[in-house]
């Protein structure tokens, strides 16, 4: 059974940075990109980016270059996301997902991420 | 990026048939897939490649079209179909997704 385990939601202050993670399980890890999708309160979904674990290839949304920073562990089989220079626009839930074909066929339970002073 | 647009909300009874469309402002051939997400819950995948039923959903859920012009269809409609809905596209490069429709029962 594949299943994305994310890390716990964060508290954060504004100009912070936070770096979450995304522990893959039940499927070997290097032979799937894995992504990153935003959902803001109350809104619909954005892609963030994608890290391919085999060889390292990051690919970003133009919208989320500077913020988003994608890494991977393969001998943990976690996925990392870094947001840096947290604003209250960042506040929201953020997914990974395993893409399987063209389409996001399993997800995390999601991180959420509060900017607050 | 590639727009896709959806009707916000709908409302039908149980036992009836919804469709839920999803316009998108390019062609994006057949690579669109349908999520339903759940209150509080992640998105899953009930539709990919426009038509296909993703393993374990119920056959209720059904999906068409290509192009510009998508359909997911529910029928008959229960209870726990209470949900949003999202389209996807991938032909395009970033993938998008629409607003969302958010399906409520009478």
């Known amino acids: 059974e594949v299943k994305l385990q994310q890390s716990g939601d964060e508290l954060v202050r504004p100009g912070a940075s936070v770096k979450m993670s995304c522990k893959a399980s039940g499927y070997t890890f290097t032979d799937y990109a894995m992504h990153w999708v935003k959902q803001s309160p109350g809104q619909g979904l954005e892609w963030i980016g994608t890290?391919?674990?085999?060889?390292?290839?990051?690919s970003y949304n133009q919208k989320f270059k500077g913020k988003a920073t994608l890494t991977a562990d393969k001998s943990s089989n976690t996925a990392y996301m870094e947001l840096s220079r947290l604003t209250s626009e960042d506040s929201a839930v953020y997914y990974c997902?395993?893409?399987?074909?063209?389409?996001?066929?399993?997800w995390g339970q999601g991180t959420l991420v509060t900017v607050s002073s | 990026d590639t727009v896709l647009t959806q009707s916000p909300a709908l409302a039908v009874s149980p036992g009836e048939r919804v469709t839920i469309s999803c316009r998108a402002s390019?062609?994006?051939?057949?690579?669109m897939h349908w999520y339903q997400q759940k209150p509080g819950q992640q998105p899953t995948l009930l539709i990919y490649l426009a038509s296909n039923l993703e393993s374990g959903v119920p056959a209720r859920f059904s999906g068409s079209g290509s192009g510009t012009d998508f359909t997911l269809t529910i029928d008959p409609v229960e209870a726990d179909d209470t949900a949003t809905y999202y389209c996807?596209?991938?032909?395009?490069?970033?993938?998008?997704f629409g607003g969302g429709t958010k399906l409520e029962l009478k």
């Open positions: 390019e062609s994006v051939s057949t690579l």
């Open positions: 890290i391919i674990p085999l060889i390292d290839t990051t």
């Open positions: 997902a395993q893409l399987g074909g063209n389409w996001f066929a399993y």
């Open positions: 996807q596209q991938s032909w395009n490069d970033p993938p998008t």
